[in-house]
């Protein structure tokens, strides 16, 4: 299994800029992907940014050229820097981590709560 650990939500005026830290333990040698995700209230779970172990990004078009997604040399922890913030980026902003088939690992975060104030 592998634990997620987020940090770095908070409340923040529109233009601002956040960092999300998310750390992973247990299992991380058979994690290949590592992602962010977020939920309004009253939406669906959508896909903000994702990270393979080669470096491979993916981003949803709503925050291209905003936000920039990244991991640390030692690959447990993945950071989200949010920048030109918007007030519909309000949201729970939840850490994801994947492996392949074979291992069936597909662990989430706690989340945390990021406020976008208009």
């Known amino acids: 299994q592998v634990q997620l650990v987020e940090s770095g939500g908070g409340l923040v005026q529109t233009g601002g800029s956040l960092r999300l830290s998310c750390t992973a333990s247990?299992?991380?040698?058979?994690?290949?992907?590592m992602g962010w995700y977020r939920q309004a209230p009253g939406k669906q779970r959508e896909l903000v940014a994702s990270?393979?172990?080669?470096?491979?990004?993916n981003y949803a078009d709503f925050v291209k050229g905003r936000f920039t997604i990244s991991r640390s040399s030692s690959k447990n922890t993945v950071y989200l820097q949010m920048n030109s913030l918007k007030h519909e980026d309000t949201a729970v902003y939840y850490c994801?981590?994947?492996?392949?088939?074979?291992?069936?690992?597909?662990?989430w975060g706690q989340g945390t709560q990021v406020t976008v104030s208009s």
């Open positions: 994801n981590a994947k492996s392949p088939p074979l291992y069936n690992i597909n662990s």
């Open positions: 247990g299992s991380i040698s058979v994690i290949n992907t």
């Open positions: 990270i393979t172990t080669r470096g491979s990004t």
